[in-house]
């Protein structure tokens, strides 16, 4: 009797964590969902109710000649950052996860700080600096605020899948007599792959998303795709908007999971006839 | 004479990570020590300060009550954020960690979506939710329940709303990786010793999960904190929070050795709920949480 209300009490208990899953999921979605089915509103206002199915607003976004330099703006720095974070994060996570060397703890604090520390607070130091030794502010500040804060997640991610990867192979490499560079670039970084376009993913697109570091950090005149979001928006907000941040969405969300499907079936390709990767 | 190089020779890993530790000091380190500087610096006027060292922001900072009740809210809010945040993300946290659905790769990728779409986005589009043509607004008057739209948007609540959606899914993740990490025999041990789930639950389960709730809580409180975009969308100008001061300040008034004293006053307020949690937790749970 009393077994049976437990049981009972544990599955009202198991129902309730359903729903609250299935509300977080569409609270999480339906504001995006929304973005999406407006852009296509044939109404003037960027609101419901819905009076129509219409592009008319993609179109006008397609000659909206600042919201296209914007775009090509943050494509190009989201692309420096990305290659260059990968570049220096992969090392970095190399040398944290097979060297001993004084400092290393320090460092592998050091280095998450950049995504912990409120980016206000990077955007206003890294003025501050600027303007005491009289700089201007240039797209390649704009660049490196971006890798820096790029950088955390990037070694972080190489860090894991580092862990993983045993110096025995390395090792034989070398006492084969591969140099250590072409023993990194035959044996480290092949195992590495996942991490790095995992890596150079993410940077991508913490580089292309940056809003609040790169207000401070742009140069005047120059928008990025957020920014330009942002100074939109403080008019009012239009179907246009809408049909932007829908292109937006597609772009980020699609670039990602293209990429982590094609990398799938690559490595599904390489892992056939190969044996079963081992860990430290 | 040259020392040879060993196999893990210290010279090459400071080689290595060289690029890395530059950019660090010289835009994380160094800012934040010149800001350190910059606040004692003498404001002249909108643009111009003078290297003439004064305590007067410092002595602002602390007698102004504006500044005060800006950190206070922004604590306020904060801390608001985090525990709904705690409360909301540990369900699904759970959920996706003992269900038996075969697609659980969905949930969590479900769950990584939202960190590739814009912030900007994410934000703006809770005014197609909440604002006077925004979906509950338009139902409702449809359906006749108000004839005036509510006011739900520019306020604090609504501040609040838009943070929870961009900080859930941290939340979420962390106390999954925490419960991911628990060895499930010792719930099937609980169990078998008498335990009802519920029990097994309290006993075991949860206080195993706690690690990750607590990094979730950090995490939370310290970017609803900091934030500049939420507020600046979906608040009204009386709803601004501490970064919204500190970017007025430095961008609108050019008053830059206070916009200097803010920043650090932020940061160090930041750091040291930061600091009491690592002196407890460690740091490794946060980095897990981060995607290491």
């Known amino acids: 009797m009393k077994a049976a209300r437990r049981k009972q009490e544990g599955r009202w208990a198991w129902r309730l964590t359903g729903f609250v899953t299935v509300c977080v999921y569409i609270f999480m979605f339906a504001p995006i969902a929304a973005t999406v089915i407006l852009s296509f509103n044939a109404s003037m206002f960027g609101g419901f109710p ?40 992969v090392t970095t996570a190399f040398a944290l996860v097979r060297f001993d060397f004084r400092g290393k703890q320090a460092l592998s604090t050091l ?17 501050v600096l600027i303007k005491a030794v009289d700089q201007p502010r240039t797209m390649l500040l704009l660049v490196l605020g971006h890798i820096l804060l790029a950088v955390p997640y990037v070694v972080l991610i190489a860090q894991a899948r580092m862990i993983g990867i045993r110096r025995v192979y390395e090792e034989a490499a070398l006492s084969l007599g591969a140099s250590r560079l072409s023993s990194f670039r035959e044996i480290t970084l092949p195992l590495l792959i996942p991490a790095v376009a995992g890596g150079a993913l993410l940077a991508f697109t913490i580089s292309f998303d940056n809003t609040s570091a790169s207000l401070f950090w742009r140069p005047a005149g120059v928008e990025t795709m957020p920014t330009q979001i942002l100074s939109m928006l403080k008019i009012s907000i239009s179907p246009e908007i809408n049909a932007l941040g829908t292109v937006m969405i597609l772009v980020t969300v699609g670039i990602p999971l293209v990429g982590g499907l094609i990398l799938q079936s690559l490595t599904k390709l390489r892992r056939r006839g190969e044996p079963k990767e081992e860990t430290q | 004479m040259k020392r040879r190089w060993t196999l893990y020779d210290p010279r090459l890993a400071w080689m290595l990570v060289a690029p890395v530790l530059l950019l660090l000091i010289f835009f994380l380190v160094l800012p934040i020590a010149v800001m350190a500087a910059y606040t004692f610096f003498t404001f002249v006027t909108a643009g111009v300060e003078t290297s003439a060292l004064t305590t007067a922001n410092w002595h602002e900072f602390f007698t102004d009550s504006y500044y005060s009740g800006f950190l206070l809210k922004t604590l306020r809010v904060g801390a608001i954020t985090a525990l709904l945040c705690g409360v909301l993300g540990y369900f699904p946290a759970y959920f996706i960690w003992a269900t038996t659905f075969r697609h659980k790769w969905l949930l969590l990728l479900l769950l990584i979506v939202p960190f590739w779409i814009s912030f900007t ?65 010792l719930i099937s041990a609980a169990r078998s010793m008498g335990c009802t789930s519920a029990q097994a639950f309290r006993e075991v389960t949860l206080p195993l999960s706690l690690p990750g709730l607590a990094a979730g809580l950090l995490l939370c409180f310290v970017l609803a904190a900091g934030s ?11 709803d601004a929070l501490f970064g919204n001061l500190i970017y007025d300040t430095i961008m609108g008034e050019l008053n830059w050795p206070m916009g200097a004293t803010l920043s650090i006053v932020l940061f160090l307020v930041l750091g040291f709920f930061a600091a009491v949690y690592t002196r407890y937790m460690g740091m490794s749970q946060i980095v897990k949480g981060l995607g290491g």
């Open chain 2, 228 to 238: 500049y975009v939420t507020p600046q969308l979906l608040g009204a100008g009386r």
């Open chain 2, 121 to 185: 986005i994410r934000t703006f589009s809770w005014i197609n939710i909440l604002g006077e043509q925004g979906v509950i607004n338009v139902a409702l008057l449809k359906m006749g329940v108000i004839n005036e739209p509510l006011p739900m948007l520019y306020n604090e609540g609504a501040v609040i709303l838009g943070m929870l959606h961009f900080l859930l899914p941290y939340m979420i993740l962390n106390v999954y990786v925490s419960l991911e990490s628990i060895d499930r025999t």
């Open chain 1, 50 to 89: 819905m009076t129509g199915f219409s592009l008319q607003w993609y179109g006008k976004l397609m000659a909206n000649e600042a919201v296209l330099a914007a775009f090509r703006t943050s494509l190009w720095i989201a692309l420096v950052t990305a290659v260059v974070t990968t570049a220096i994060g």
């Open chain 1, 111 to 127: 280095v998450i700080l950049p995504a912990l520390v409120p980016e206000t607070i990077l955007g206003v130091g890294l003025l």
